[in-house]
């Protein structure tokens, strides 16, 4: 299910660019799909908030400056503290288990979301070696 916002995303991208908009910024979740400009020469500014799973931590905020591209973000799931916060959680797909790593998120960048979220998940379902050699 971890995909569902993806495709929205990039349904409702493809019915805004058959009907001719060119700039637009669409976000749903930690999904988002930029298209053209905020304003001339001026990319989408995205702010994607971390939290980290030490109790004390404060969130992270990630600002990233965007043009004709998508991003998807996965972050592991926080403890028992942050349980307001947004989490998912990722199945390994060779054991069927939670996956365990040492990530605290993973940003991907694509042309599209569904891509994005497809290459985010399978990063957050393996080590860094293994994630790092798919890059």
């Known amino acids: 299910n971890s995909l569902i916002p993806s495709y929205e995303v ?6 805004l660019k ?8 669409i976000r749903w979740g930690h999904e988002t799909l930029v298209q053209g400009n905020r304003s001339p020469k001026k990319p989408w500014k995205i702010v994607q ?11 992270l905020d990630v600002q990233i400056n965007l043009s004709n591209k998508a991003i998807s973000m996965i972050q592991n ?9 947004p989490f998912h959680i990722v199945i390994d797909p ?3 288990h939670l996956a365990t790593n ?14 994005a ?7 957050m379902a393996k080590s860094f070696l293994t994630a790092s050699s798919i890059v």
């Open 117 to 123: 979220r497809a290459y985010a998940t399978a990063f």
């Open 77 to 85: 799931h926080p403890t028992q503290e942050h349980e307001s916060a």
């Open 102 to 115: 040492n990530f605290i998120a993973a940003f991907v960048f694509a042309e599209d979301c569904i891509t």
């Open 18 to 25: 058959s009907h001719g908009i060119q700039d637009f910024c």
């Open 49 to 59: 908030k971390i939290v980290t799973q030490e109790p004390n931590d404060k969130p």
């Open 94 to 96: 060779l054991t069927g």
């Open 10 to 15: 990039d349904t409702i991208a493809n019915l």
